[in-house]
């Protein structure tokens, strides 16, 4: 019963055995890749698991295909950089203890007098807010009386048409009706956690996974299974599958596009095999999606609950990372539990401030959401390539580093001596701020890893401080050596 | 082990006795009542004793004192109306399952097309409307940066502090730093319960009590122990005392002022009592204060938290029921539980949209907040005043009703053979809600009582329909008095 044995499906791990050899220099950039069919001869698979793996190592960017010519390593980038390996979280559940060190760095990531890499959250400058003061201004005047009033759950009405509206692009077509509005994505999970869980039940989630989840987790008195999961394809629905055979799993929690802290989006395939295992064992997701919108390809912005049939799928997402992360608009489709979540949500805080989801509606409603919403996909992926070059160029040698297709994470995997606790405190002597990776597990699994968000300011001072980040785990690194030896 | 056994203080008992025998007639209305030395004489008890009893006889218009004549009763009210007894819960926990009632009367109460006697709360015309549209604009135009930025608990230091600023009209001292804003008094009460309490725990409350305590109990599989509870005078804290030594009970959970739905104020010198016992036990208290500023004498607004040593209350309200329902700002000092209490707010919902906080900060910073308050204060003792005026004229013989001291609600204990739900049904049938008394216990036991909100619109068409409840509970009854015999 080892978690760890259960495995990627083959394409991934032909894709990641040959990013292995363009890493390690067996295959140059510029050298051209076995045909397809010599590929599947040699690695004993069949024509289109190569197809798939080939597939996969372009939209890494890592080999390109030339028409009529083949396949070809992509130009080395400044310094080969290798994605961390699926994680290999323990196999059993643990209670959840995650300290103040995560209120910290929530503090410091706003604090104007540091230079954060902490808040996984675009920089305000990057949000339309002229645009979100004109809404404000505008929907005081027109409802006013609203200001008076108690608000009700589920919340506005034209909201949650919008919401129902945006969610056609992640192919559900949900009633408005059944749209729960929250305070933020947050609080939707933890709705969805309190109305299928009790204290003490065991909940699956990637590994690592967002210290928010954990936080939860740890608030609800909820056992955390942490679930093998890849830094590009996501979480192992095999490992899953295996866990919810011999553990009594009460829900899943997952991020499945773009997944925070190590950035991975399930494939569309898993994300159809996750429904339908889910459906297999009766147990429910809760699916974040907050990320969604901010996923380069169109697939990955497809939603777990769009291949449920079952009502299985939890479906929370808000607007913080795309629109405002100031106005706290959030919103859930619980599928089979709509009404004990609309009745949790009554009960524990009630109805939020009309205005502003009136204003959320209102600017959804604008031809402007999409183009904002490319730009900042722009933005960001400039950010995240940079960065990633930055970290080639200044980090100690060894160091891996996720590709995200999309976002603004970043997740590093420095040599196993580091200690990012103690690169945290450096950092922060220096005025910078860094998420270290005990923050993602209730393990001690992530102590050398870091998580680094550059959606914040991005210019020369930024560039200089992630450089400056790499220096500190050099210095660390060194000072640790006379020690081991 | 009968909890009904124990018994308010010996003014209260003087003063029942004294109110009973004007309620008879054995008091005639402009008749002396015996002097104080007689009074003390003939029933047995200390001068002292009577003079508190005359006090609050006085207090409830049903005495005045006429400068060296002595006491005399008071000119009779259009019909003598009796307020109900202590109530009498049953002695033992119950698990708590309100349905889908409330949700349909909060639904309802908002509703334009109800005439509504259902929500506790003041009408939209009552609040300033136009000054909380220009500090919305003000706010956005000011802050507008803050929409782009997450957040963070405890939310924004200038409501803090002013919120520090209003509690020592309360008689707390609070530190800004401690106070954590919420959505809302709900949130406050669900966060508290969540830091002090495991689910399967027993909650002590006043009886009848707030069906969105009952609620959140529900939600948080905790067990109610509901607690006589006078209607003047409120929680029994000899009741309470017998309670707390006789039953594992984890926190308690009262409205010290104007009570919901009973409208009863604690006297001072029971408040200190209380704050004794809790420390006796050392059980918590969350303190909901919501309606504190709407009590008509000073000393029912100082919270049970100024008598508090050892930080076991936990304090909440909200400026819902004062300023404006619609923004949804609350706020909690947790004593010794504001670290647990940050944190749980963190990890399950997180900050909300500083904008309305803001807002708040401005409207309470404004010379306009006191004299608001005092005008909704007497519009409001009005609306009570001739709302008992018309429940004496239409409602059955036997009917009581409370006599708040402040507030917006009255509680009517009709005849037993009533039946308060199918009085709602045939309400409703004509566009009127109340709300039926089972909402207000997790037993049947206030089966024959109704709240009556009258905070709302107030004119001939409410006067109408409030002697349309009477006639029409006077037809529920008739209707079952053959069936009876």
Redo the contacts between chains.
Sequence with gaps: MDIQLAEPPLYLKLADRLSAAIASGALVPGGRLPSVRQCAREQSVSVSTVVQAYRHLEDARLIEARPKSGYFVAAAPLRKLQEPDTSAPPTESVAVDIGSLS?RV??LA?DPAYISFG?A?PA????P??R??RA??RA??RH?????????VPGEDSLRRAVARRALAMGCTLDPRDIVL???C??AV?LCL?AVT??GDIVALESPTSF?FL??L??L?LRALEIPTHPRHGLSVDALSLALSTQPVRAVLAVPTLANPIGASMPLAERKRLAQLLAQHQVPLIEDAIYNDLAERDEHRRAVKSFDTEGLVMLCSSF?KTV?????VGWVEAGRWTTPLR??K???????????ELVMADLLMQRGYEPQLRRLRQVLARHVDEARGLIGESFPRGTRVTDPQGGMMLWVELPPALDSLALFKACLDERIVIAPGTMFSATDRYRHCIRLSVGGPWGDVQRQALRRVGQLAQVLLRARLPLAA
């Design positions: 209120e929530m503090q706003v808040a959250c305000p400058e990057l949000f807010q002229e979100l003061r404000f201004s005081a005047l006013r009386a609203q200001l008076c009033q108690y608000p009700l929250t305070n933020g947050n609080d933890g309190q009790k204290p928010g936080q939860v740890e608030a008195h913080s405002a992360p100031g106005l706290r009745r949790l009554t009960a524990l805080s009630g109805g939020h401030t009309s205005i502003t």
